[in-house]
Nanobody, 115 residues
Framework: QVQLVESGGGSVQAGGSLRLSCAASESIFSANAMAWYRQAPGKQRELVARITAGGSTIYADSVKGRFTISRDNAKNSVYLQMMSVKPEDTGNYYC?????????WGKGTLVTVSS
């Protein structure tokens, strides 16, 4: 059972930046992909960014050009660099690891962007 722990959330003003981290309890080297999802109040959870084992990335249209996902296999970690944040980026951000058709989730870290 892989455990994921997110950190780095907090309150930030619009236009600012934030860096989220996700640490896995075991090696992520064999993970098919790692991703960040978010869930705003009253809304469904949505994909923000995903990075595959080979380093390919995809982003939600709403964050393209502002957010960057990266992974460090040596540290069993994945990161989300958030730049030029907007109030609509507010929500709980969840780390996801996909491995052998099984999805693992962290408990989330809250990001609040004020205007």
């Amino acid at each position: 059972q892989v455990q994921l722990v997110e950190s780095g959330g907090g309150s930030v003003q619009a236009g600012g930046s934030l860096r989220l981290s996700c640490a896995a309890s075991e090696s992520i080297f064999s993970a098919n992909a790692m991703a960040w999802y978010r869930q705003a109040p009253g809304k469904q959870r949505e994909l923000v960014a995903r990075i595959t084992a080979g380093g390919s990335t995809i982003y939600a249209d709403s964050v393209k050009g502002r957010f960057t996902i990266s992974r460090d296999n040596a540290k069993n970690s994945v990161y989300l660099q958030m730049m030029s944040v907007k109030p609509e980026d507010t929500g709980n951000y969840y780390c996801n690891l996909a491995k052998y058709s099984v999805n693992y989730w962290g408990k989330g870290t809250l990001v609040t962007v004020s205007s």
